[in-house]
């Protein structure tokens, strides 16, 4: 197997409803050190380590999904935790429309708009957060609960989401942030083996930008309305703006 930065461990499967890993130190996730206000100055260590994840995305995303899918979950709709019918998801989709997206025209209407139809499907992670990546050495990839067959991108755009919110939280400047970008965005499509064409890119922009509302809606609907909202969502859609420059043809 080629080294691709990141290793994925499965979990030790208790039932329908528990899934255990092993104990981590606490603060043991990557979403840990990305939500710190020195994230804006590690960029060296970042790169390494967006370019790694990169790499694995990629890798996983390329494997023959004609020989899985018949063992996989189908997640071609939606992530499964949104899709679902349970009181937490209904809950979360109502704390979407609690927020200040009125501060954020342009981030909340791409997340509105109809997205293009997804160009393939692949075996995909489902939720590719940084909380269930171990800040480890190469990293490692958990939380394959949601795994199924799928539009690649959403794997991206989870990934994207939070590196936008970091990067608005800490104040990133817009060239450090595009690098992050170009060199995830770059190492990705190399590893996956095809270029992402206009559409695809398009796509990508709306789904992270769904995935950030998401993001912020679980939060509300968990520890309720925050006022700090009205700060950094218009932060956040700046940032967004900067990953619309970069896949920009």
Known sequence: MPRVG???VPPRVHGNDLAVWSALPTPGLLCDRLFDRRFAGEESWWRDVLEGLASFLGALHRLPVDQVAQA????????????SDNEASAGIRKAAKQLPLHLTPLMSGAADGACPPPRRLSVVHGRFSTGVIALTSPVVVLGWREAGVGDPSSDV????????????LADMDAPLLRRHL?????????????????AERERLNMLTARRVIDHYAQATWAFGPDD?????????????????????P
């Open 182 to 198: 170009e060199a995830f965005l770059a190492r990705y499509q190399a590893s996956a083996g095809h270029p992402l064409d206009a």
């Open 228 to 248: 700090a909202l009205c700060d950094v969502l218009p932060q956040v859609e700046k940032q967004w703006l900067v990953l619309c420059e970069v896949t920009a």
């Open 72 to 83: 996989l979950p189908d997640r071609a709709m939606a992530t499964a935790w949104i899709a």
């Open 6 to 8: 990141a290793v994925a």
């Open 157 to 168: 755009a989870y990934l994207l989401g939070e590196l936008l919110e970091a990067a608005g």
